[in-house]
């Protein structure tokens, strides 16, 4: 799972399904993002790593020293 993958497509799907003018969301839209919320979800219940966007600058140095 690539947590960075999973969030870039969540707000992909979020930003899509909140534009106004966008005549591309379907159902399948709003399924897509619920597997990926779930899957997300999972990954870091099991002590998988956060979406680089969401970690501090003091965690990225701490996984680079790994």
Same mark, same amino acid.
């Given at each position: 799972m690539d947590?960075?993958?999973n969030?870039? *497509?969540?707000r992909e799907l979020?930003?899509?399904m909140l534009?106004?003018?966008s005549q591309y969301v379907d159902s399948g839209d709003a399924l897509r993002l619920a597997e990926l919320v779930e899957a997300l979800h999972e990954w870091l219940s %099991?002590?998988?790593? !956060?979406p680089q966007e969401w970690r501090?600058? *003091?965690t990225i140095a701490e !996984?680079? %020293?790994a």
């Open positions: 947590p960075d993958a969030l870039r *497509e969540q979020t930003e899509r534009d106004p003018d %099991k002590g998988g790593f !956060m501090g600058r *003091e !996984m680079e %020293k």
